[in-house]
C-alpha cells in the first residue's frame, strides 16, 4: 500500500528556534500535499495546501510568515515552523494526494513541544 | 462551503455490541466523498470506509460499514461487534470530487471507549 512517512515524529525544542518537518511520500508522486495541526482532544485544522514547483495556499488565519511550506519534489514537502513559541506546540500530520487516483494517504504525524 | 458535524462527543459501548457513530454534512457540491477516519492514542490517521455521493450501496468494509442517507445528508457508521481495540478517536470527513486534488474537512471527531 502507499506509505507517507513524516520526520521527525517527535521534536522538542526551545522557543524562538525553527523546526523543520518533513513529509515524504514513499512509493508514489504526489503534486500535492496537505498540512494539518491538531490541538489536544481537537479535530485536524488543515493549515495549507502544498503544491510541487509553486507557493503554498494558506488558511485564513495561518501566518505564511510563521509556517514555511516547500513541496521540492514530487514525494517532499516539508512545513518549517519559524521563531517557534509555547502555543505553537501541537501534532502537525502531512497527507499526500497520490497523482495517478486523487487517493490521500497519511502520514503518521510530529508532535512539537515547544518549552 | 462544506461542514462536517459530529455531535457525539463521546460513547460509551459494551465490547460485543454494535455501536452508531453519526456524522452529518452540508455541501452545495453534486459529487463528493465521505470518508471515516480511526485515530488511537498513537496519532496516525487509519483509514476506515468511503462513501461517494454517487454509490448506489452502502460501503461496507469487514465490520464497518456506512449508512448513507442522501437525502438527510447523513454518513454515520456502523461498527459491528465492537473490540477493546476499537476504543479510539473516530472523525468523519468529506471532500469534493472535483478534478484534481482536494482537501479533506474533519468533523469535531467522537470518542469511543469499548468497557469490557
Known amino acids: 500500500g502507499a506509505v507517507v512517512s513524516q520526520h521527525p515524529s517527535r521534536v522538542i525544542c526551545k522557543s524562538g528556534t525553527s523546526v523543520k518537518i518533513e513529509c515524504r511520500s514513499l512509493d508514489f508522486q504526489a503534486t500535492t500535499m496537505f498540512w494539518y495541526r491538531q490541538f489536544p482532544k481537537q479535530s485536524l485544522m488543515l493549515m495549507a495546501t502544498s503544491n510541487e514547483g509553486s507557493k503554498a495556499t494558506y488558511e485564513q488565519g495561518v501566518e505564511k510568515d510563521k509556517f514555511l511550506i516547500n513541496h521540492a519534489s514530487l514525494t517532499l514537502s516539508t512545513l518549517t515552523v519559524t521563531s517557534a513559541h509555547p502555543e505553537d506546540s501541537s501534532f502537525y500530520i502531512c497527507s499526500a494526494d497520490r497523482d495517478v487516483d486523487n487517493e490521500q494517504f497519511f502520514g503518521p504525524g510530529t508532535r512539537l513541544t515547544v518549552l | 462551503a462544506q461542514k462536517i458535524t459530529q455531535t457525539q462527543p463521546g460513547m460509551f459501548v459494551q465490547e460485543k455490541e454494535a455501536v452508531t457513530l453519526d456524522c452529518t454534512y452540508d455541501?452545495?457540491?453534486?459529487?463528493?466523498?465521505l470518508f471515516w477516519y480511526k485515530q488511537p492514542s498513537s496519532g496516525e490517521m487509519i483509514f476506515l470506509i468511503y462513501?461517494?455521493?454517487?454509490?448506489?450501496q452502502n460501503a461496507t468494509e469487514g465490520r464497518y460499514s456506512l449508512n448513507f442517507q442522501k437525502a438527510r445528508k447523513s454518513a454515520n457508521l456502523v461498527i459491528s461487534a465492537s473490540q477493546l481495540g476499537d476504543s479510539a478517536m473516530y472523525f468523519c470527513?468529506?471532500?469534493?470530487?472535483?478534478?484534481?486534488?482536494?482537501?479533506?474537512?474533519f468533523g469535531q471527531g467522537t470518542r469511543l471507549t469499548i468497557n469490557p
Open positions: 470527513a468529506m471532500r469534493d470530487l472535483i478534478q484534481g486534488a482536494q482537501k479533506l474537512v
Open positions: 462513501q461517494g455521493s454517487y454509490d448506489q
Open positions: 455541501t452545495s457540491d453534486p459529487s463528493y466523498g
